[in-house]
């Protein structure tokens, strides 16, 4: 009797055309480089290279006999591959990288890469690849604008220093300022990066990382110093003052940001009612940060 072989499924052998895995390169990103460079359809060589037929995340050893590549430099290289992150999370997270540096790599199409929060610049090109840039047109040139190069070297020192809560920072700055803007200071508001063009943001951007980090440079001592009025809380107030120059408004963001910080840091144990102080502590290092009063009052 004749044994029965199944067909052998998946690619047998590497594709005519290879194509460079960029560092931080999303799977999905490097799936269409490979599929125009080989002028197939995407669709079809994510069939190909998931055996199903609505298949769309590859197999990873089929994925490394299609690319030619060794698996364990894809795996290395292109995320999204092990299977943690699914295509739409790729797609909310991945930013173009800067078109001149993947023209040095002879690459002319649109490179998706997952790239750190603070990698807002290409200090090679002085491109901005930062958020909100959805498109090549978006990679502003920042030859003349030092200040936003200065603001991202800034950004980068925070993340080295303070590492997991310059998220946080940056975050919170971006509330404060709203509130700032509420009240009526000219100061631009960042509502919500999705929502912004990359001009807006440009805009903001200095002002934004400045806060930030003086944020993170006074949280540290929140957890020893809440009900002072010390040399670190002075130091806050002088760094926004002198940055923003009668552009910052009152004292109440900051106090509410001091005295959430002050809740996340203390012990939860007992009732919640001995846990909580006072909204806002009277410091007067704070009082200085009022806004200016217009030069004719209505009254």
């Known amino acids: 009797m004749a044994v029965r072989r199944d067909f052998p499924s998946g690619p047998r052998r590497p594709l005519p055309r290879t194509v460079w895995p960029v560092p931080a390169e999303t799977v999905y990103s490097y799936l269409i480089r490979l599929a125009h460079c080989n002028h197939l359809p995407v669709n079809v060589l994510q069939r190909h290279l998931s055996g199903v037929p609505n298949g769309l995340n590859p197999r990873p050893e089929w994925l490394a006999t299609a690319s030619g590549y060794p698996l364990d430099v894809l795996t290395d290289r292109l995320r999204g591959l092990s299977g943690r992150h699914d295509r739409g999370e790729q797609h909310r997270r991945a930013r173009l990288a800067c078109r001149f540096c ?27 690849i930062g958020a909100p840039a959805h498109s090549w047109v978006d990679q502003q040139d920042l030859t003349h604008t030092p200040a936003i190069l200065a603001a991202a070297r800034k950004h980068a020192r925070m993340v080295h220093q303070h590492k997991d809560f310059a998220a946080f920072a940056m975050r919170d700055a971006r509330r ?70 009668g552009r910052h408004g009152s004292a109440g963001p900051i106090e509410q940001w001091i005295y959430d910080q002050h809740l996340t840091m203390r ?6 009612t001995n846990r909580c102080g006072r909204i806002h502590q009277t410091r007067p290092a704070l009082v200085g940060l009022r806004p200016p009063e217009p030069d004719h009052p209505d009254f």
């Open 102 to 128: 993947m023209a040095r790599r002879a690459i002319y199409e649109p490179v998706h890469c997952w790239l750190a929060e603070h990698h807002t610049v290409c200090y090679r090109h002085r491109r901005w």
């Open 176 to 245: 404060i300022l709203t509130c700032w803007w509420r009240e009526g200071l000219p100061v631009t508001p960042i509502l919500a990066l999705r929502n912004l063009t990359v001009e807006d943001y440009l805009c903001a951007y200095p002002d934004h990382v400045a806060l930030a980090c003086a944020l993170a440079q006074y949280r540290p001592h929140i957890a020893d110093g809440y009900l002072q009025d010390g040399p670190a809380i002075r130091e806050l107030c002088r760094r926004i003052e002198t940055h923003f120059a």
């Open 267 to 272: 012990p939860r144990t007992g009732p919640i």
